[in-house]
């Protein structure tokens, strides 16, 4: 029996007060569990006849891979993300998702989606926020990469993984687990390496953060805040809108 307080319900439940019947139905996502470990893809960009999956745990990455084999990460995917959902509307998967750890998500059938939409409409609606907010962070991100420098992108990006982590359970304002390396952090931030490395250095002697054996350690949130531009309002995660 799934835990009403999985992530999926817990990101949800943010958007809307979920009924008992709007939680089974959430259920029914989640009972399709399969493994991954790091390295699995998920969904292959051009795959036909796929399905969308829930992340029950762990993290993945959704991505493109360009024509001479480099990667530009998209996002990352956490505990409670839907996965493939958009790519359900097309014929062929426009992006990839592979597993960062050890992961679990659960197959979701169109099928599956069709009838919760017929059962429970108001889910769809959450459902549609949840996709709403996704398409929000990109958009965050693309003003990321065109105008912020590497600073305030890496301080913005770390604070808004930590915000999406904090509403699904898994952070607090001091910080979070993450197991993102720095040639992760280079391949969404369209930096080097290298400069991830410095940029951390920067904001660790500058007491704002601490990325260090796998924590995420907010020694300034405040500062950090201000330093970023950062703001949660394109999360939309303050308190469902729907009761």
Same mark, same amino acid.
């Given at each position: 029996?799934?835990?009403?307080?999985?992530?999926?319900?817990?990101?949800?439940?943010?958007?809307?007060?979920?009924?008992?019947?709007?939680?089974?139905?959430?259920?029914?996502?989640?009972?399709?569990?399969?493994?991954?470990?790091?390295?699995?893809?998920?969904?292959?960009?051009?795959?036909?006849?796929?399905?969308?999956?829930?992340?029950?745990?762990?993290?993945?990455?959704?991505?493109?891979?360009?024509?001479?084999?480099?990667?530009?990460?998209?996002? @990352?995917?956490? !505990?409670?993300?839907?996965?493939? #959902?958009?790519?359900? &509307?097309?014929? *062929? %998967?426009? /992006?990839?998702?592979?597993?960062?750890?050890?992961?679990?998500?659960?197959?979701?059938?169109?099928?599956?989606?069709?009838?919760?939409?017929?059962?429970?409409?108001?889910?769809?609606?959450?459902?549609?926020?949840?996709?709403?907010?996704?398409?929000?962070?990109?958009?965050?991100?693309?003003?990321?990469?065109?105008?912020?420098?590497?600073?305030?992108?890496?301080?913005?990006?770390?604070?808004?993984?930590?915000?999406?982590?904090?509403?699904?359970?898994?952070?607090?304002?001091?910080? @979070?687990?993450? !197991?993102?390396?720095?040639?992760? #952090?280079?391949?969404? &931030?369209?930096? *080097? %390496?290298? /400069?991830?490395?410095?940029?951390?250095?920067?904001?660790?002697?500058?007491?704002?953060?601490?990325?260090?054996?796998?924590?995420?350690?907010?020694?300034?949130?405040?500062?950090?805040?201000?330093?970023?531009?950062?703001?949660?309002?394109?999360?939309?995660?303050?308190?469902?809108?729907?009761?």
């Amino acid at each position: 029996m799934i835990a009403h307080s999985s992530p999926l319900h817990r990101k949800l439940g943010a958007f809307a007060t979920l009924s008992e019947a709007e939680l089974d139905a959430l259920d029914t996502f989640q009972r399709r569990p399969r493994s991954f470990v790091a390295g699995d893809e998920l969904l292959h960009e051009g795959q036909k006849g796929h399905c969308a999956w829930v992340l029950l745990d762990g993290w993945m990455c959704s991505c493109k891979i360009l024509k001479g084999g480099s990667r530009q990460i998209v996002d @990352f995917r956490i !505990p409670g993300d839907f996965l493939g #959902l958009r790519s359900l &509307l097309f014929r *062929s %998967a426009d /992006h990839s998702i592979e597993a960062i750890t050890s992961s679990r998500a659960s197959e979701v059938k169109t099928t599956q989606l069709l009838q919760a939409f017929s059962t429970t409409p108001r889910l769809a609606t959450a459902m549609l926020w949840a996709a709403s907010s996704d398409e929000a962070i990109v958009a965050e991100r693309l003003v990321s990469l065109g105008r912020r420098d590497a600073v305030e992108r890496m301080a913005h990006f770390l604070l808004e993984l930590g915000a999406r982590l904090e509403l699904v359970g898994l952070a607090t304002k001091r910080g @979070f687990d993450c !197991p993102l390396t720095q040639y992760h #952090l280079a391949d969404a &931030l369209g930096l *080097s %390496a290298i /400069h991830v490395n410095r940029v951390l250095r920067i904001l660790r002697e500058d007491g704002l953060l601490t990325f260090r054996t796998g924590r995420v350690t907010f020694d300034d949130f405040d500062k950090l805040v201000d330093l970023s531009g950062f703001h949660t309002d394109y999360l939309d995660n303050t308190g469902p809108m729907i009761v």
